[in-house]
């Protein structure tokens, strides 16, 4: 039976109502002008049809004579897993309402752990597809690789694969096939291997401890200087927005200021949270707080290859390019400090600062600490333009979790040209989030104007943003 990481576990024994750990796609369809009959019904029934392969065949196995793992099921009912829904003449905003409704249920953990919604009845005609996983079986970049297999770049292509076709696990191994040398071999591995998490833990939070009075360049302590910036009740609901960035352009300008990707996606995503906020009840005073998911190496164990840890993001007065500097140099520590450390430790490291806050949160809300202000991901995605039975894949949009700690998700993910990002709150901690999510496209075209070829490279204040395309929020 494939066995949990020390996060795969987690992710199990510390969900609530209010924290559903569901990760799942919302991807849009342009079915084919000259498609004949009910476009919606064809696709449901020919995804019947796809049996479910690893993890999506994995059942929880809570024995009571050995430890947690999950094992496949032998012949699942995948009809009881896939599901349609006809809305009517529903817009996007109606569309996003229901997924959300959709999304803040917990999953049934008596079978498979993942259920999928066929849904059509748009006012625009498009058919939507939203699936739903426990992340206890599956990270965010294997996810990414089930949708992008599931997907194809022929739009001729007859064969209809599903989501829950199967990932292969990296550095998964049959243990039950084990001889007894190897399997006492690996138990003294195991044994070694605790003691060096055990020093590598303690070596991180000292290099924290050191930062927190000013000294040396470890990552900060958790639960430490986190504003109350987008805190809120604690609520089971959810809101979702989302918006497109030119993935084209943000590579360039990247590759101008010698920035990732993800520096440049942090620096956006900060500049419009701090918008937001001076718009609702006044700009931060401090830096916010980010949770981020980072990816191990492929020697980790268990579904989730992660590692969860707080980065700092940008001071409260600080020019679009100070603040991509200062989003550099912390991203630059979390490197370092990967490097330094093994997967085991920095995966108990995140489980024990995830676990504190849901813990303390079961018995006193207001007394559990905040470890961040929101969590911003970007687990890679898929290029060109993707089709599925002939539909064209007009929007493939991430729907993450809320983990203890804060209330709200940004993820991102590639899909073809662009960059897609999903913004997932509880609604009164996060107001107007379909506000934030424009304000969001509004910031790129600052960051790009602020660090023009022509611009000064610091700043005092930001310079104005060139008007969007849209109406400003």
């Not at 024994?13 to 000259?34: D, F, K, Q, Y």
């Not at 349609?84 to 229901?98: V, Y």
């Not at 805190?231 to 918006?243: E, H, M, Q, T, V």
Request: overall charge positive.
């Amino acid at each position: 039976m494939p066995a949990l990481s020390t996060i795969d576990l987690a992710m199990f024994m510390l969900e609530s109502r209010e924290r559903t750990l569901n990760i799942g796609p919302l991807v849009l369809l342009r079915p084919p002008a000259a498609f004949k009959g009910n476009f919606a019904d064809k696709l449901y029934a020919k995804l019947l049809k796809r049996p479910a392969g690893a993890p999506f065949n994995y059942k929880l196995n809570l024995s009571l004579t050995s430890m947690p793992s999950v094992e496949p099921m032998a012949r699942p009912d995948i009809k009881a897993h896939v599901h349609r829904l006809t809305l009517n003449d529903a817009s996007i905003p109606d569309l996003l309402k229901e997924v959300c409704a959709l999304h803040e249920t917990l999953l049934d953990r008596s079978g498979m752990l993942w259920q999928f919604y066929v849904i059509d009845g748009l006012a625009d005609g498009r058919v939507a597809l939203y699936g739903k996983v426990h992340h206890g079986i599956i990270d965010g970049k294997t996810f990414v690789k089930a949708i992008t297999q599931w997907m194809s770049d022929d739009p001729n292509e007859k064969e209809v694969r599903a989501m829950w076709d199967g990932v292969a696990r990296p550095g998964a191994r049959d243990e039950q096939r084990l001889g007894l040398v190897q399997r006492l071999m690996a138990a003294g591995g195991q044994a070694a291997g605790a003691l060096r998490t055990a020093a590598d833990l303690y070596g991180m939070l000292a290099e924290q401890g050191l930062r927190s009075v000013g000294f040396g360049d470890g990552l900060p302590l958790p639960y430490l200087k986190v504003s109350s910036d987008f805190d809120g009740p604690l609520s089971a609901k959810r809101s979702f927005a989302y918006c497109s960035l030119p993935l084209a352009e943000i590579r360039a300008v990247g590759k101008a200021q010698g920035a990732t990707v993800n520096d440049l996606l942090l620096t956006v995503l900060d500049m419009a949270l701090h918008r937001h906020l001076d718009k609702r009840r006044g700009a931060p005073h401090s830096p916010l707080l980010a949770d981020m998911p980072v990816a191990l190496s492929s020697g980790a164990k268990g579904g989730n290859q992660i590692a969860v840890l707080q980065v700092p993001l940008g001071g409260a007065d600080a020019s679009p390019a100070q603040r991509l500097a200062a989003i550099r140099a912390e991203t630059g520590r979390v490197k370092a400090s990967m490097k330094k450390r093994s997967s085991g430790a920095l995966m108990l490291y995140s489980t024990l600062v995830h676990a504190l806050p849901l813990i303390i949160e079961g018995v006193s809300v207001k007394a559990a600490p905040r470890l961040a202000n929101l969590m911003i991901s970007n687990p890679f995605g898929f290029e060109g333009q993707q089709y599925l039975m002939g539909a064209a894949v007009e929007l493939a949009l991430p729907l993450s979790v809320l983990a203890a700690g804060y209330k709200l998700n940004v993820t991102a993910v590639t899909v073809g040209e662009q960059l897609q990002i999903g913004f997932l709150a509880m609604p009164e901690a996060v107001s107007d989030i379909d506000k934030l999510a424009r304000r969001t496209e509004q910031a790129f075209a600052e960051l790009k104007a602020a660090l023009a070829p022509s611009a000064p490279v610091h700043s005092a204040k930001p310079r104005p943003a060139r008007a969007p395309a849209r109406k400003p929020a």
